[in-house]
């Protein structure tokens, strides 16, 4: 554990600061889309297939190829979460109504990105930022509580990239992630078992959390079709975490040391650019992301035996459609604007207050200005509407006595919200 943390210091170091946002902030599950502040301003709307600057690498590294000199990025998004929950318990014969407002934390999610033009063909780049990240924390007034009254995933992530052009018309790229990890999920007995004990309310039922570090790689090809067309395709594959750690509370009778196996999802991303003329560029994404392999939280615990489930989840694979444009306003400003629909990564019935995944649809605006010809200084705002959700969690075994609707009963009840997004960001080139 101390090894783990005295690495996450190299990362701050390096200037990966503060934690990430809910899940149900931003792209799907507990993802973030949130790279750069000049994609921000489109909506991250062909991602795959623009090179503003050295950040391309993140979402396609054969994008490094369209870069000249050395190049820094640097910068960060804000992010408000607004979001509520509001249903009823039924536990005993009673329903009991319940709310949680603005349960979501908010965040600030900094990134730093460095592109070296070796050659003609070869470029190599370096890059500091998140791909997923959630906090959020109902409160202890919650009344499905027994079900989860907090959770986190905190991840930052460190890239070594290089690309090739081949010729004219095809790039290629490739690079190894190196994601340092930390999570929780916690479950508190609710405030109806008082009736019973008015010692239990507040009670840890089930606490989990750990660290852990390992390692991903991605690809990136870029097909230049023409001088005012081209289309890119990116692959990140899954990181296999195991959150080493501790478990505590009444279900696991005391505290023990253990583990909680968390893979985040392999994705990809089909992107298009085109130049209409010499101010109008259009721009398009589809993403995927593999949420099908986010089954259950379960903990691996030695002392009790084995592994002990925390949390079904029952997740499905997510996608993601996004068009944007620019404009280029004269020779110091550029104008960005962008739409996109992001679709829940669980149906109903799956979905759960700690992780209220909803469909989100995205407008965003955004400008750059040349400072000079070396720096360009970028600005985007995102406003996101999330598609109001009804949950249900109930009984997942009948025959386990440590099963959460024991402890509290079940629960229905309804996700609302929005978010809103701002980001800066600097460019220089050498």
Known sequence: MN?????????????????????????????????????????????????????????????????????????????????????????????????????????????????????????????????????????????????????????????????????????????????????????????????????????????????????????????????????GFSYKSEVALDLSGHAEGAAFGGRHNGSMALDLPATAELASFHQLNDKVAIHASFNWTDWSSFEKLEANIPALGGKDLIKQENWEDNYRLAIGGTYSLNQKVTLRTGIAYDTSAVSDENRTATIPETDRLWLSMGAGYAWSDNLTLDAGFTYIFAKDATMFEGKESATDPKDPANFGGEFTGETTGNVWLVGVQANYRF
């Open 3 to 231: 090894n783990n943390k005295n690495r996450l210091s190299i990362a701050v170091a390096l200037g990966l600061l503060g934690s990430v946002a809910s899940s149900n902030t931003m792209a799907a599950g507990f993802q973030l889309a949130e790279y750069s502040a000049t994609g921000l301003g489109r909506a991250y709307a062909g991602e795959a297939a623009i090179a503003d600057g050295a950040d391309a690498q993140w979402r396609n590294v054969a994008m490094l190829t369209y870069l000249e000199g050395t190049q820094i990025s640097v910068g960060g998004i804000y992010v408000n979460p607004n979001i509520d929950v509001e249903g009823s318990s039924k536990f005993a014969g009673q329903t009991i109504n319940t709310k949680s407002e603005d349960f979501a934390h908010d965040a600030f999610i900094p990134n730093l990105y460095v592109s070296h033009r070796v050659n003609q063909q070869l470029a190599i780049g370096f890059a500091v930022g998140t791909n997923y990240g959630m906090e959020t924390n109902l409160g202890d007034d919650f009344s499905a509580t027994n079900f989860g009254n907090e959770a986190s995933v905190i991840t930052k992530e460190i890239n070594v990239n290089m690309a090739y052009q081949i010729n004219q018309q095809f790039s290629v790229g490739g690079g190894v992630r190196y994601v340092i990890a930390e999570g929780s999920f916690g479950a508190i007995i609710p405030n109806q078992l008082g009736m019973l004990d008015p010692k239990l309310p507040g009670t840890t039922l089930k606490y989990m959390e750990g660290t852990d570090e390992a390692w991903g790689w991605q690809i990136g090809t870029a097909w230049q079709i023409n001088d005012a067309n081209r289309i």
